[in-house]
């Protein structure tokens, strides 16, 4: 057996046109072979998508671009590609692959399909459907391989598979139970179910994608004394004013904000760990750090971890949560260098923050779709 | 008048004096002698500005408010004791 996955998924976000394009891709066959033929038909996707090529070329180049099989002469996999734009207009592609669920207000909205059938090489057509949506606020959009609808065929409760009905199911069940479940336990739920479903042994690849449209989580994100002196007092206003949570990463910031608000901090010493100074707290802020030491750590966790999944309970990790749990997160970057952190004899290196804070909103941008935007004061 | 003499102690955290030697200050309280125990608090503090100023004085604590330079856990235990021994006399 191949321990290689024969589905592919990939998500871009295109900043400029505010979009983001999701594509999941199931290859023909099972391990390397399949893995590559998914990959390949993903990575094409999307790109095409980003350009904005027609569909029907899309779709037609990727047929004729995909390696024939040797055993079964064809090259196949199937794809849905899905792209949004920040109106909130979606369009799906979809060729072969279980539908596209849209579910809305307690039920599974169909809308309007337009099918074409794109020539194939060999001659076999190929329908594609095409279809167009305006989403709404607290629509969710999930999108499965087989491996999902098919989990558990041959058993006596599930002679066909657990099917597009049974996930249906599952789905309403789950949201009316919980109703503002995230998207990634969703998708998490549904792949357990479907594990249970197969005797917790998959037979195929099964993979699951979940798009939960909802009011951006925001967060605020201070480090940094401001260059100016005269802006100390702006910075705590905006902390203090906004709507969302609130990290504050540095020392000196937050003596600045507790002496711009007349909060006191508080550091409680009673959980020792060597590596991190520990967090503080103030009212009204959700999360304070030391800066530079607890930046770096974010960053080396935020680059090795590629889940949401997050065990220890540090200050950096709790950090951590807090941006991985939110949407939409704003950085407020003091740019004052601390001359105490230039001395070269230190024992280990200070990074300049500035740079690290770059680092950061990269990887969160880029692995975790989110949207950062960087102030420097 | 018979009140319990309670000692405060305040030890910064800031990065620099984390690094040069601060993060293990944090287990003073296991490291008090038993004249001592139940009469100390301790606690954090954001950094004082010390490190700022070229003279090496990391990591700094603050005992009763007052400045312990390049503190270590003996040098404020010791410091506490004297503190101690006066408030006795």
Known sequence: MQNVCGDACESRKLKEEDRIITVLSDGLGSGVKANILATMTTSMALQFTAKNDPLERTANFIMKTLPIDSTRQISYSTFSILDINCFGDAHIVEYDNPPVLIYRDGEFINPDQLSQTVNRTDDIPANVHYSTLKLQKEDRIIMVSDGITQSGMGHVRTPFGWGLDGLKAFIKESITNQTNISAKQLARKIISRAKVNDANHFKDDATCQVIYCREPRKLVLASGPPYHKNCDAMLAERIDSFQGKKVVCGGTTSKIISRELKRDIHIELNNYQPDLPPVAEMEGIDLLTEGILTLGKVSSILESNSTNYIKEDGPAEQMVRLLLDSDSILILAGTQINNAHQDPNLPVELEIRRNVIKKIAAILEDKFLKNIEIEYL | ?89
């Open chain 2, 1 to 89: 008048m018979l009140t319990k003499p309670t000692y405060k102690v305040q030890i910064c955290c800031g990065t620099m004096c984390h690094i040069m030697g601060g993060a293990e200050l944090h287990l003073l309280h296991d490291r008090l002698p038993d004249s001592l125990k139940g009469k100390v608090d301790v606690e954090g503090l954001t950094c004082m500005g010390k490190c700022n100023t070229g003279k090496n004085e990391h990591p700094c604590a603050l005992v009763n408010g007052e400045v312990i330079e390049n503190a270590s856990i003996q040098k404020i235990i010791t410091k506490l004791l004297t503190t101690h021994t006066n408030d006795l006399l």
